[in-house]
């Protein structure tokens, strides 16, 4: 076997200050690596900047990284990639180590969690909602990351073609890592240094409304990867409140057995109505999803496993 073909993907939006040193980082850490740098709409420097560097640059005009990155995975031809933001904040050096874990262990996905002493780095804001965040995707798909929202993550090729990449924005990481999680693909982790952005390079991620939109993205892949459990939730919620509805005109028929507030009544088996379709959406989308589900899996398998080239003797 050859050696493995080794892409690096920088998603970049006005990046002028950083964009250079990431290059090179990745370039000197990587030599054998190409780097691609993919440009959204950016109105400074960061396209002349990142070709001087020596990267390959591309074009995407439909703003949001989760666009991008959809782009670089459909476009890029490689056996692994790695996707690391363009803010110089992450640890260009360690990639080669993530690289050999992931070919040693076969992985799918190896997620470079942060480490950073660097307040400035790393806000105490952005950790809590990271936590959260965090913590909301494992107690309904599972465990397995510490730091879902991480923009630097190694990949083998099979998981990049098998990725649906729906989300538009910064959302796209909590997609990245439910895909991961719902294929049941190997999946690891390691710590990484995480530092401050360089003097002149601000951040793109506004902490509430980036929040909410990943708070409802995670809501979105829960109604859509769960949706038996999402669906008989809210027929339980709907069935309780037809029930709340419908006490007082029950307790007067039993006593008087007649039933003098009518359209209460038909409400209450209104909304029992709707609680029990819902449910049926939910057994009926539940059969969708598997279908869907083993659709990626067969995508999935038609890959090879990611693995290093033989030394011949």
Request: net charge positive; hydrophobic share 45%; proline share 5%.
């Amino acid at each position: 076997m050859t050696a493995p073909r080794i892409a690096v993907l920088i998603p970049c939006y006005n990046e002028e200050a950083a964009i250079g040193r990431v290059v090179a980082d990745f370039r000197a850490a990587l030599p054998a690596a190409t780097v691609y740098v993919y440009d959204n709409n950016s109105r400074d420097l960061t396209v002349q900047v990142a070709a001087a560097a020596g990267a390959v640059v591309r074009a995407e005009p439909l703003q949001g990284k989760g666009n991008v990155v959809r782009r670089m995975f459909a476009d890029i031809e490689a056996d692994v990639y790695v996707l690391v933001d363009g803010d110089d904040t992450y640890h260009a050096a360690s990639a080669p180590v993530l690289i050999d874990k992931l070919l040693d262990e076969q992985l799918d996905m190896l997620n470079a969690a942060r480490i950073s002493q660097v307040e400035a780095a790393y806000r105490r804001g952005h950790v809590f909602g990271n936590w959260l965040l965090t913590t909301l995707v494992a107690s309904v798909f599972g465990k397995r990351t510490t730091d879902m929202l991480s923009g630097y993550r190694v990949f083998s090729r099979r998981f990049v073609k098998s990725f649906p990449a729906l989300a538009g924005g910064f959302e796209i990481e909590t997609e990245l890592t439910v895909h991961a999680l719902e294929m049941r693909m190997p999946f690891g982790e390691v710590g990484t240094p995480y530092k401050e952005r360089p003097p002149g390079s601000t951040s793109k991620l506004s902490t509430f409304k980036d929040g909410f939109r990943i708070l409802f993205m995670i809501g979105k892949l829960v109604k859509e990867e769960r949706p038996l459990a999402s669906f008989t939730i809210t027929g339980a919620l709907l069935a309780l409140l037809s029930l709340i509805i419908a006490a007082p005109v029950l307790i007067t028929y039993y006593q008087t057995g007649l039933v003098p507030r009518l359209p209460t009544a038909v409400l209450a088996a209104a909304i029992m109505i709707l609680a029990f379709l819902s449910v049926t959406c939910g057994l009926i989308l539940q059969t969708v999803t598997q279908g869907r589900r083993e659709l990626k899996r067969m995508t999935y398998l038609s890959y090879p496993a990611p693995r290093k080239a033989k030394v011949s003797s």
